[in-house]
């Protein structure tokens, strides 16, 4: 006879194959909990999937059939449900899951060691799986991004970098800023030099832009008297500026050569 449907001896009577089908459903429903966490979700009807598991479990140990049709139906409810899970801004808990798992664990780990109680044994593994799962979405959740400097960036002490993220050619339509960075810059407004302003960065269609790709570029709309521009970008933590000086288009005829 298979040995999978032998009763376990921790969980007797549950079987090896009840067992493994549970264990299954339960990875399963883990790595749910992951892939919605990375979309910046988190479970709110899914929770019931541990009451369903622990019914599947009781129903066998407790001898109650009716109780595993029960616990089928929670799991089916915890996985349809439509608002199983719900976006959130904010990043899930790690304190409770952490409790849980601890506690959980301690409780296995004395039942284990005692004489076999079941039930007791199936509250311990569900604690441990809950706390799993609230530190799998808690560390799986994307961490938010750096917020853009906003208009304080324009009074605050800005760092000017060692070696220049952002580029700047001049033609007939304005100033044409290049981000030369290997990385995605965060915009937050610029100023003709030796001007007191403010603008919005803008692209070439005339859309405010608040980051810059690397290699992409922006339209800044100066005039031909204009003899540079101020740049402000980077998180609002660290501001940045960026600094260009030329010769004004007005003036070329005053240029002299060195």
């Known amino acids: 006879m298979n040995p999978l449907l032998f009763p376990l ?18 990875a399963y429903w883990l790595v749910r909990i992951g892939r919605e966490a990375r979309r910046r979700f988190v479970p709110t009807v899914a929770w019931w999937t541990l ?10 140990i407790l001898d109650i059939p009716a109780l595993f049709g029960v616990g089928a139906a929670v ?8 608002g199983a899970y719900r976006r959130t801004a904010d990043r899930p808990p790690f304190a409770w899951p952490a409790v849980g798992v601890v506690i959980g664990g301690a409780l296995l780990l004395s039942v284990l060691r005692a004489e076999p109680q079941p039930l007791l ?8 799986l809950a706390g799993g799962a609230g530190l799998l979405a808690s560390a799986l959740y ?4 750096p917020a853009a400097p906003g208009f304080l960036a324009r009074w605050n002490t800005p760092v000017v970098p060692e070696w220049p993220e952002l ?20 915009l937050a407004g610029w100023s003709p030099a030796g001007v007191n ?28 008297w204009d003899s540079g521009i101020r740049v402000w970008y980077g998180a609002a933590e660290a501001p940045r500026v960026f600094r260009a000086d030329w010769t004004p288009a007005a ?3 005053e240029r002299v050569l060195n």
């Not at 549950?14 to 299954?24: E, N, P, Q, T």
């Not at 100033?175 to 810059?185: D, E, I």
Request: glycine letters at 8%; proline letters at 7%; aromatic letters at 6%.
């Open 251 to 253: 003036r070329a005829a």
């Open 121 to 128: 044994l199936v509250l311990a593994l569900l604690l441990v």
């Open 197 to 224: 302003a403010w603008y919005r960065v803008r692209g070439e269609d005339g859309q405010v832009v608040s980051e810059l790709r690397a290699g992409q570029e922006a339209l800044l709309p100066v005039s031909a």
């Open 51 to 60: 009451p369903g598991l622990g019914m599947l479990l009781a129903a066998a």
């Open 167 to 186: 580029n700047v050619t001049l033609s007939e339509r304005g100033a044409h800023l290049k981000n030369v960075s290997r990385g995605k810059l965060l």
């Open 9 to 26: 001896e921790p969980l007797y009577p549950v079987s090896g194959v009840l067992a493994l089908s549970i264990a299954l459903i339960a």
């Open 142 to 145: 994307p961490r938010p991004a």
């Open 75 to 82: 799991l089916l409810l915890a996985e349809f449900w439509p």
